[in-house]
């Protein structure tokens, strides 16, 4: 994965409100930042995949960061 769309990722967190993520279900926190990502980058169907996959394994991560 390029280090554009890893900055793009921490980018859309940064974004979005503590409040908005904590009530939403794993896959709903994901869709949601993909679709950030999204419009910011074109995304190939791989990239798309890579971007999902990334954000699936550090969904704990993202978590623990809003409840800081």
């Known amino acids: 994965m ?3 769309l890893v900055r793009q990722i ?3 967190l940064t974004t979005v409100s503590p ?3 904590r009530p939403l279900d794993d896959a709903t926190l994901l869709q949601c930042l993909v679709v950030q990502v999204q419009q910011n980058l ?3 169907r791989q ?3 890579d971007l999902t996959a990334y ?3 550090r969904l704990p991560l993202i978590r623990d960061m809003c409840d800081s």
């Open 2 to 4: 390029s280090p554009t």
């Open 10 to 12: 921490w980018s859309a």
């Open 19 to 21: 409040h908005q993520i």
């Open 42 to 44: 074109y995304l190939d």
């Open 47 to 49: 990239q798309e995949d």
């Open 55 to 57: 954000i699936h394994d």
